[in-house]
């Protein structure tokens, strides 16, 4: 089955406790995002990354850290989280533009 | 800062109606729009695209686009009670790239 997956599903830490989330996906996609959800904001990306190697910030990258080494897999890392990172975290792989979402990381610093 | 703005809801029809959704985008260079909806608790899925002015159908759905005013809707015709979600406008800001921009969403009801 094609898929994006995303570990782990839910999350609580506290302030300064680094943490990474990865994202893997089975469709050969060479395009991956990243993107957070919060309610009134709606979706803004953080980071994309068009190949192993190639990546670039997207509009809300302050904070996080992504590394793209093998064309599936996408990690998210936060290395000193903070309460305003509170938010649902999508990943999501893409092919012509079209994006196929992981299920989320609803993640909750404290 | 380029932005994708959406009409405000919650947007509610009677089911068997037409639900309408707008979308404009500040970018005039953008050349891809997607429509995507998100049921609660779930991630977003991508139900369609258009990269050319005009009208673009799939089933009930169709999206029509017009470069000219930076605008671009999804029509629902015959609207189910299934179809009760936030519809989500993403526009591609860099089209050589995958920087992609998101509307606020617009959540929609159809009342059986």
């Known amino acids: 089955e094609a898929q994006v997956t995303q570990n782990p599903r839910y999350l609580i830490t506290v302030t300064g406790k680094k943490l990474t989330v990865t994202c893997s996906q089975n469709?050969?996609?060479?395009?991956m995002s990243w993107y957070r959800q919060d309610p009134g904001l709606g979706l803004r990306q953080i980071y994309y990354?068009?190949?192993?190697?190639?990546?670039d910030k997207g509009d809300v990258p302050e904070g996080y850290k992504v590394s793209r080494k093998e064309k599936r897999n996408f990690p998210l890392i936060l290395e000193s989280p903070s309460p305003n990172q509170t938010s649902l975290y999508f990943c999501?792989?893409?092919?012509?533009?079209?994006?196929?979402f992981g299920p989320g990381t609803r993640l909750t610093v404290t | 800062q380029k932005e994708v703005e959406q009409n405000s809801g919650p947007l509610s029809v009677p089911e068997g109606a037409i639900a309408s959704l707008n979308c404009t985008y500040s970018?005039?260079?953008?050349?891809?729009f997607f429509w995507y909806r998100q049921y609660s608790g779930k991630s977003p899925e991508l139900i369609m695209s258009?990269?050319?002015?005009g009208d673009k159908e799939d089933g009930r759905f169709t999206a029509q686009l017009n470069k000219a005013s930076q605008y671009v809707s999804l029509l629902i015709r015959d609207s189910q009670p299934s179809d009760s979600a936030t519809y989500l406008c993403?526009?591609?800001?860099?089209?050589?790239?995958?920087?992609?921009?998101f509307g606020p969403g617009t959540r929609l009801s159809v009342l059986p």
């Open positions: 990354s068009m190949n192993v190697e190639v990546t």
């Open positions: 993403a526009v591609n800001v860099d089209n050589y790239g995958q920087n992609f921009v």
């Open positions: 469709m050969n996609h060479e395009y």
């Open positions: 970018d005039r260079g953008s050349q891809s």
């Open positions: 258009i990269y050319s002015n």
């Open positions: 999501a792989s893409s092919l012509s533009g079209k994006q196929y």
